[in-house]
């Protein structure tokens, strides 16, 4: 198969290693990380993206790896468009199928992808539900305006109300508001960093921690797992991945499925 994968920035290395592996022809396309923050514009670039890859029309604008005009492919036929996405604060919800199937994990965030699953994620949040998540390429990627690690689904609102901050008033005063108002230990006590066996990086480590004596958390080294990812990339689509037909739509789930298909 000729697969299509549209991916955030803070799954980059887990992707490429796993299209590396695939036995299919995978074409990888990063977007930029801190879109899910805006769920409406980071789900109109992903249809866009979906809409040109179906039409054979490969995309550079507003991605990492951008193109002139002069070097766009046109012609080139998917069998499948691949997200390497969660559901993302429903970012993806809402998205269509073109004229190719539209595979997704059935994941929240993420974090579950970088755990390999549901039922760890399920575990991760039920045993520390207060903890923020932190990997690699999401913590070396990140700019000046973007949040160092990764909250967990159901803390959305004291990381969106930093973001805000950060906007408005730079990282450094971003900081001190937060702290000064209690709001991360209002909502956290844990931070988590994710050893995805990916270049795994001592300074990127080293940095969480800090970041968690700053706060006063506690810190945890957690294995990560890309089974999820893998099987993504290599077409192993069964009842933990979304499959959505042309002219079908992603729909959120309320129930353990994470998302469903409608119409």
């Known amino acids: 198969m000729h697969l299509k994968c549209l991916t955030c920035e803070a799954l980059a290395r887990p992707v490429y290693l796993s299209a590396a592996h695939s036995p299919h022809v995978v074409d990888v396309e990063l977007l930029r990380l801190g879109w899910h923050s805006d769920p409406q514009?980071?789900?109109?670039?992903?249809?866009?993206?979906?809409?040109a890859a179906a039409a054979g029309l490969e995309t550079g604008a507003d991605t990492v790896n951008e193109r002139t005009s002069a070097e766009l492919d046109l012609g080139r036929s998917y069998?499948?468009?691949?997200?390497?996405?969660?559901?993302?604060?429903?970012?993806?919800?809402?998205?269509?199928?073109?004229?190719?199937?539209?595979?997704?994990?059935?994941?929240?965030?993420?974090?579950?992808?970088?755990?390999?699953?549901?039922?760890?994620?399920?575990?991760?949040?039920?045993?520390?539900p207060g903890t923020y998540w932190y990997a690699q390429d999401?913590?070396?990627?990140?700019?000046?305006?973007?949040v160092l690690s990764l909250g967990a689904e159901g803390y959305d609102d004291v990381a969106e109300m930093y973001d805000t901050y950060v906007e408005k008033y730079g990282k450094d005063n971003a900081d001190y508001l937060m702290e000064v108002m209690g709001a991360w230990s209002q909502h956290y006590n844990r931070a988590a960093y994710i050893r995805l066996g990916v270049a795994d990086s001592p300074a990127i480590e080293a940095e969480t921690r800090d970041e968690a004596s700053r706060r006063g958390w506690s810190f945890d080294q957690v294995?990560?797992?890309?089974?999820?990812?893998r099987r993504l990339l290599e077409g192993d689509w069964d009842e933990d991945f979304l499959v959505v037909q042309p002219g079908g739509q992603?729909?959120?789930?309320?129930?353990?499925?994470?998302?469903?298909?409608?119409a």
């Open 41 to 51: 514009a980071l789900r109109s670039r992903l249809q866009a993206r979906i809409d």
């Open 79 to 128: 069998d499948a468009i691949l997200l390497a996405y969660g559901l993302c604060g429903r970012s993806t919800e809402g998205l269509v199928a073109r004229g190719v199937p539209l595979v997704v994990p059935r994941a929240h965030d993420c974090i579950t992808l970088f755990l390999g699953g549901r039922a760890r994620y399920q575990r991760e949040f039920s045993d520390h």
């Open 138 to 146: 999401y913590v070396e990627r990140k700019t000046g305006n973007t």
């Open 223 to 229: 294995a990560g797992d890309l089974v999820l990812v």
């Open 250 to 262: 992603i729909r959120m789930a309320y129930d353990e499925r994470v998302v469903t298909c409608g």
